[in-house]
């Protein structure tokens, strides 16, 4: 039975619908065979026209219109003509809307064999008349086929755009609402034919009448209630219109941008419309705002747009508002793979779209309304004086939620004003609603994460408030205090010691009653203090550890992000115990970690990754012996396919879904060359017309960035030990570089950068120094993939899009470097220069708008500071590699940079160019000499700036001139010293960060490093028998570790080259400072040598001076100069027990 007809077919697709498993394969097995032939298409047809049963209509029609298509051009022309006229017959003549449907979409197949060749003339006439058609079933099935008409041949019916606009109009307008409906949905892929502005002009003649319908639609929708499926999505796959006329590349679209992003305010406001309505007329009004930043302005649509957000943001919503903020979890259960139902919070949309103007509009577009919005809400007069009697709890909330999406982009400003903000923070930390005091604690964590150094601060009035929080019984409050100690153990890191003790006992014993939601914010808290707080963590890490055994043996689902979090913070706890502490207990978290990685939990790889990468780096190159079996799991990561395609719901109904019939010569291609129209495989759905949908959750993301880190770090610590990976790494890296999602291809070319490290050491060249390379210093087998890298991330920062990726190119090219030496990029540095000016510019790919009227450096005062960061590192990495090489390269870059200096630019841009300014001055060496005098008044006019970070980095300037050119700088000493002095007053506090009026930590310590580095450079001229005292007093540094060797050095030369008379009285004073650097946990163990070796000399020097003394005047030399048990007894006055027998025992070494 080749080609059953009649009865027989009949039969044959009542048994393919039936539920009798063997009796369907057996039916599938005919109808596979008869569809490859064109002689069944009779057949098919006479079953569709004449078949008693729905259901076999409906199938029937499925069926051949996937086969038709590579079945076509066996039949001869007249057969077409039947074919034709068959199913026009069928298609008036049904009266089930679902085989209408069925057999509609088979007549857009067949028509794109025929239309564009001018064949079928009849079938335009046949819609003409069913659109005029008094039954509401014909007019609603003309709509549908045009609909599929203009999704299948759009170029034939682009020829027909002004007829089919009149037709829209007039459907959009029929009285039956199953008509307007079906046109709306017609109208969707209409939009997408446009090309010339001509047409736009046709199109925009249908923007009111649809909006109108669509309205309608959204009411209809809402009335009928959520589960009415087929209404919402009819409303949403509308929006696409929009979508798709906001992203034409035309002039004349911007004319029509003004109401549409009134329409969309509107729908956006309506609250009784589906969330997920509401989230596209936003997500429209976002895209838009972001092609096109200054538009909003220009449309005068800010403060509506704005208005809009802000009510929003006080919609009372039931569910947690910092869902995948704050929840270690991101607010998903950990196996959740179906995200069907729509489970956003207008909320977190809004909250979308004011972080997006925030970072694309001026920070005094957008800061403004938000804070007189949060300032009214509490402002004083209510009851006990704290918040206004008409301010509701949801309106409270959302002032403090948008303070909080703010404070990112508008950092800078808000750094201005800390202590006003701490205050209305800190009245909504004690308001008498929860949901409240959960929003204070997420915003101020946001503030200690953005608004550095100023919040930092502040942290005594902080801390109460989490204690606060801490002790309260309401576990949401609970758990969101845990996530403002994250982000304070990240931010303060060693400054939060004094309070290490008090926090650590709450938590521990948080953590031994809480649910396991709740402990998975604590031992995030943890993990971040500890990194923070480093060795003096160790106390903790034991009874924490032993907690972390015991979660890491769980395989229950429930515990899996539990389990995840517990192996991020074992990875940390071995850091800070290193290779030897962390030894007893490395065996059993090893082999549960690795265990970890067979179950079904993209977190809690990740975390093995982070876990197995703090391994690599404490145990260095013996690493080396875990790589066997740790980086095929990671390349497995790595190479894991995380991604599914989905189609998307139906449009034309629910028909029977055929078998898969697909025949391997089916194909053909062409829009009217007859041949293929085989569904199965079309880039659309067969039904709705709409893209599949390509669906990666987040933590797969994050885990194979996760896995890219890993395998970074295990070449970077194993060095030539990862030599035999080195070639399946690289490979494996390469192919994500181009990945959907930046957020990878960071990772991507990050960790090929740590790759490098292996063929570099694997192949040792040349020893190099700082200048122009006067020979390739690299081995032929570490150039092939340097060449390759350099190359790669000079294209990417000429053509990614996204900033990140740029940010991690030059991220990778100053690593490559650093450790490679100039000759690494020698043959690329023109491009290399090239596209940094492009960047300092603001005009490389990543950082240029579609409206070229806002293009321009002083129309952009608010750029990605992380981006232009990473350049000016780049830019500071290449000076110091080529030292005075870099001269030429420095006439150009600095006139760049001058104009992050502008009175208009963000205070973070001062910072950057001051600080850059500074390291090319300590790479260039005294090549620095003829841009020394416009340099000085720079950080001259750094030290008066008011913002700390300026200041700090302008002392860095000015000891580095000294430094690097002290004949020109010498006489300028006096007044230099003088612009000094003000910066050396500290606050009061034990810390010294200047709550109280006086200078920052970082500010100071850089002052005195800055008087260091003068004195090393001219003594002479630094007047020390004024300047030590003050200098001595002010001393040790409180925070930047990095000038501890500075000020360290600068005492030693004090000690070999000034006067008896100069230093003599302060001996003592010098001798507690080593005794504080040799022993105080901020300085690292090569200043502790440093310090104890000092001091070693200094009381060998001590005893030498007594026993010549003594040979003269033994007497006297007791009495005046006091031995050296004396010095030492004083210099071990101000430390601890512990710390004076730890100096002891470097002493004696």
């Known amino acids: ?230 209404s919402l999505e009819l409303v949403l796959s509308v929006f696409e219109i929009f979508d798709d006329l906001a992203e034409l590349p035309l002039s004349t679209v911007k004319q029509h941008l003004h109401g549409l992003i009134q329409a969309m305010l509107q729908i956006a406001a309506n609250t009784q419309a589906h969330i997920a309505v509401r989230e596209r007329a936003v997500s429209i009004i976002g895209s838009i705002a972001a092609d096109n930043p200054k538009l909003l302005a220009r449309l005068g649509l800010v403060d509506s747009v704005l208005q809009l957000i802000l009510a929003v943001l006080v919609e009372n919503y039931t569910a947690d508002i910092f869902r995948g903020d704050s929840d270690p979890n991101g607010g998903a259960p950990a196996d959740d793979e179906d995200d069907d139902d729509f489970d956003a919070s207008g909320i977190q949309f809004a909250s979308q779209l004011l972080d997006q103007l925030a970072g694309t509009l001026p920070n005094t577009v957008v800061l403004p309304p938000v804070l007189n919005f949060a300032q009214q809400q509490f402002s004083s007069g209510g009851t006990n004086g704290t918040t206004p009697a008409t301010s509701s709890p949801a309106t409270r909330r959302g002032a403090v939620l948008a303070l909080s999406v703010v404070s990112a982009e508008c950092r800078d400003p808000l750094r201005e004003m800390v202590p006003q903000l701490l205050d209305l923070l800190l009245l909504a930390g004690s308001d008498s609603e929860v949901p409240v005091r959960e929003a204070a604690c997420v915003c101020l964590s946001r503030f200690v994460e953005n608004l550095q150094p100023e919040i930092l601060a502040h942290h005594g009035r902080i801390l109460p408030v989490v204690f606060q929080c801490l002790d309260d019984p309401n576990e949401k409050l609970q758990q969101k205090a845990c996530y403002m100690l994250d982000k304070l153990g990240e931010g303060m890191e060693r400054d939060f010691v004094p309070y290490l003790e008090p926090v650590c006992t709450r938590l521990l014993a948080l953590l031994g009653r809480s649910s396991t939601a709740t402990q998975a914010y604590v031992v995030q808290s943890l993990g971040a203090i500890a990194a923070g707080v480093e060795e003096l963590f160790k106390p903790y890490a ?153 669906r990666v959750r987040t933590s797969d993301l994050d885990m194979k960035s996760a896995a890219l880190h890993a395998l970074g770090a295990f070449a970077l610590m194993t060095e030539e030990h990862f030599w035999p990976y080195f070639e399946a790494a690289f490979e494996s890296s390469l192919k994500l570089v181009q990945y959907f999602h930046s957020d990878v291809r960071s990772n991507a070319i990050l960790s090929m950068r740590h790759q490098l490290t292996a063929a570099y050491h694997h192949s040792p060249g040349l020893p190099w120094s700082p200048g122009n390379p006067e020979v390739d210093t690299l081995h032929p087998d570490a150039r092939k993939p340097v060449d390759f890298l350099v190359t790669l991330c000079l294209e990417r920062m000429e053509n990614d899009e996204s900033k990140d990726v740029v940010a991690a190119c030059c991220e990778a090219l100053v690593g490559i470097t650093r450790l490679m030496g100039p000759a690494a990029v020698h043959s690329h540095m023109n491009k290399l220069m090239d596209r940094l000016m492009t960047l300092l510019r603001q005009r490389a790919y990543c950082q240029t708008r579609e409206d070229e009227e806002d293009q321009g450096l002083e129309d952009h005062p608010d750029h990605d500071q992380t981006l232009i960061d990473s350049v000016a590192d780049l830019v500071d990495t290449l000076a110091k590699a080529y030292g005075a090489g870099f001269t030429l390269h420095m006439a150009a870059v600095m006139p760049e940079l001058m104009r992050y200096l502008g009175p208009r630019r963000p205070t973070s841009d001062h910072v950057m160019a001051v600080g850059s300014f500074a390291e090319i001055c300590i790479g260039m060496g005294p090549a620095v000499e003829p841009f020394a005098p416009r340099l000085m008044e720079v950080f001259v006019q750094g030290l008066s700036s008011k913002d700390a970070g300026v200041r700090s980095n302008a002392c860095y300037g000015v000891g580095a001139l000294c430094q690097q050119v002290p004949l020109i700088m010498a006489p300028h000493f006096p007044s230099l010293l003088q612009r000094l ?169």
């Open 981 to 1149: 002095r003000p910066l050396l007053n500290r606050g009061q506090g034990e810390d010294g960060q200047g709550e109280d009026g006086g200078q920052p930590a970082n500010v100071v310590d850089n002052a005195l490093a800055c008087i260091a580095r003068m004195i090393q450079a001219n003594k002479d001229g630094c007047h020390l028998e004024q300047v030590l005292p003050v200098w001595l007093d002010r001393l040790p540094l409180r925070q930047d570790a990095l000038e501890h060797m500075t000020v360290y050095r600068c005492l030693a030369f004090l000690l070999e080259s000034a006067s008896e008379l100069l230093v003599g009285p302060h001996r003592v004073r010098v001798a507690q400072l080593l005794a504080h650097g040799a022993t105080h946990h901020s300085t690292d163990g090569e200043t502790k040598d440093y310090c104890a070796g000092l001091l070693r000399s200094l009381l060998l020097q001590q005893q030498q001076q007594q026993q010549q003394q003594q040979q003269q005047q033994q007497q006297q030399q007791q009495q005046q100069a006091g031995d050296a048990t004396q010095l030492l007894s004083q210099a071990l006055s101000g430390l601890s027990m512990e710390a004076q027998q730890a100096l002891q025992l470097r002493l004696a070494a």
């Open 542 to 694: 034991p009874a924490l550890l032993s907690l972390v055994q015991q979660v890491m043996s769980s395989e229950q689902p429930e515990h899996y992000i539990l389990r995840a979090r517990c192996t991020e913070i074992a990875g940390i706890i071995a850091g800070i115990l290193g290779e030897e502490g962390f030894g007893v207990f490395e065996a059993e978290l090893y082999q549960r970690a690795m265990h970890g990685l067979r179950l079904e939990c993209s977190e809690l790889r990740e975390y093995t990754f982070g876990f197995l990468a703090n391994l690599a780096q404490i145990h260095g190159k013996n690493w080396a012996g875990r790589l066997p079996e740790t980086v095929p799991v990671v390349l497995h990561a790595i190479e894991q396919d995380d991604g599914q395609l989905r189609a998307a719901p139906s449009v034309f109904g629910k028909d029977s879904q055929g078998p898969d019939l697909k025949d391997e010569d089916e194909d053909q291609d062409q829009e009217g060359n007859g041949g293929n129209d085989n569904d199965d495989g079309d880039e659309e759905d067969e039904e709705s017309g709409r893209p599949p949908i390509l």
């Open 1 to 230: 039975m080749s080609v059953p007809g009649g009865a027989e077919l009949e039969l044959v697709l009542q048994q393919f619908l039936g539920h009798d498993n063997v009796t369907r394969r057996v039916a599938e097995k005919h109808l596979a065979k008869a569809l490859k032939s064109p002689q069944s298409i009779p057949a098919f047809l006479d079953r569709i026209g004449t078949s008693p049963h729905a259901e076999v209509r409906q199938l029937a029609a499925t069926l051949l219109r996937k086969k038709i298509g590579g079945l076509w051009s066996g039949l001869r022309n007249e057969d077409h003509v039947a074919v034709e006229q068959a199913l026009l017959k069928s298609l008036q003549a049904e009266s089930n809307r679902l085989v209408r449907l069925a057999v509609a979409h088979l007549i857009s197949v067949v028509a794109k064999f025929t239309l564009p060749s001018k064949r079928w003339p009849e079938l335009l006439p046949f819609l003409l008349q069913l659109l005029q058609a008094p039954e509401v079933s014909h007019r609603e099935i003309a709509m549908t086929l045009i609909h599929a008409l203009c999704d299948r041949i759009p170029t034939f019916m682009r020829q027909h755009l002004g007829p089919l606009v009149d037709v829209f109009l007039k459907g959009l307008s029929d009285p039956e609402t199953i008509v307007r409906f079906a046109t709306l949905r017609a109208v969707a892929p209409v939009v997408s034919l446009v090309e010339e502005d001509h047409e736009l002009q046709h199109i925009s003649r249908l923007l009111g009448p649809t909006v109108t319908v669509l309205q309608e639609a959204i009411e209809r929708q809402g009335h009928v209630g959520q589960e009415d499926e087929s």
